[in-house]
């Protein structure tokens, strides 16, 4: 794969034709927008709801490397753009996982090079469904944590299952500190003394938990997550478009704006925290306890 270009975004070099999804296919005829999945992002619009299921399919875990955040932009913007699409709701195809957060490989033993790419396609992902105009709803039927919970806490709505499975933020756990975007989009959702605890204990909860402190909005048996998504949908969906995409804007602009205005600060600090001899040795001590979970 070609290197990514200083200042462009990954997605726009995707689109151009400059980086390629591995396994995927990028038209170079940018002005047809279109593209295919390779399958770590599934897409199934419905034409008669204007509803369409994004579902993560990388298994075993949904952890995010660069190609899935590069698909799942991809996959955002053109949804955005799609007239006939009113709402999304992001999920997984892989059993017992909502999504891993991000790729710890993509973080450990890394080129700087790497590390922006992989942070950009990070910040355009988000930037892409936090900003989205559509309604947006998470179908958590898994673990959670980290940019997981990040991806689920950028929806407008998330219904989580119950039992076994955990959310949070838990990066303090692996030696690392949840971005300031990662902050402010938790501030937003459970406030700021919530926040406050969750951040620094790097506390993973249960769904019930989670209902507790509001982090998601419903907890339901696993197979009636998707039902239950599909029910509040509806409500969703009767509300005037406009005047609920213009109270989202606004709702959610400051953080938005914030990001947008240091992006490449933002990738650049990314880059030379994780490759701090500190949190390497972490985050290898946490990749080893990962595996050591196994035997
Ligand atoms: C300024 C710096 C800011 C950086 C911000 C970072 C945000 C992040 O998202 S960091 C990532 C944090 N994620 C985690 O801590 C999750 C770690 N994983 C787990 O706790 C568990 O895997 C699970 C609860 C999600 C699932 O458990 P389960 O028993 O079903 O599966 P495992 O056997 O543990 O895992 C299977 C397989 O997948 C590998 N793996 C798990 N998570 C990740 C990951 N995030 N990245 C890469 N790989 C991961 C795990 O090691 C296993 O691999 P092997 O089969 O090869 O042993």
Request: aromatic fraction near 6%; charged fraction near 20%.
């Amino acid at each position: 794969m070609a290197a990514p270009m200083r200042g462009m975004s990954v997605l726009r070099q995707a689109f151009q034709g400059l980086v390629r999804p591995a396994g995927g296919q990028v038209c170079r005829q940018v002005q047809h927008r279109c593209y295919s999945t390779p399958g770590h992002v599934q897409v199934d619009m419905n034409s008669e709801t204007g509803v369409a299921t994004v579902r993560l399919n990388r298994p075993p875990v949904n952890s995010l490397n660069l190609d899935v955040l590069t698909e799942l932009s991809i996959a955002l913007e053109k949804l955005e753009t799609d007239k006939s699409c009113k709402a999304m709701v992001l999920a997984s195809a892989a059993p017992g996982i909502f999504s891993a957060g991000l790729d710890i490989l993509e973080m450990y033993q890394s080129t700087p090079e790497r590390c922006v790419a992989f942070w950009r396609a990070l910040q355009d992902a988000w930037l892409n469904l936090y900003g989205s105009r559509l309604i947006t709803m998470a179908a958590i039927e898994g673990h959670s944590p980290a940019g997981g919970c990040l991806l689920a806490m950028s929806c407008d709505y998330r219904v989580m299952a119950e039992g076994k499975f955990q959310i949070g933020l838990n990066e303090t756990k692996l030696g690392i500190v949840a971005p300031f975007w990662f902050t402010d989009v938790m501030l937003n959702t459970i406030g700021h003394r919530e926040t406050e605890k969750a951040l620094q204990l790097g506390a993973l909860y249960s769904a019930q938990q989670a209902l507790s402190i509001g982090l998601v909005d419903k907890v339901v048996p696993l197979a009636e997550v998707m039902p239950t998504v599909e029910g509040e949908l509806k409500n969703w969906l009767q509300i005037p478009a406009a005047a609920r995409v213009i109270t989202k804007t606004s709702m959610r602009k400051a953080v938005l704006d914030r990001l947008r205005s240091q992006k490449e600060k933002d990738a650049q600090f990314f880059a030379d925290f994780i490759n701090r001899d500190s949190v390497q040795k972490s985050l290898g001590m946490y990749i080893a306890s990962l595996q050591k979970k196994k035997n």
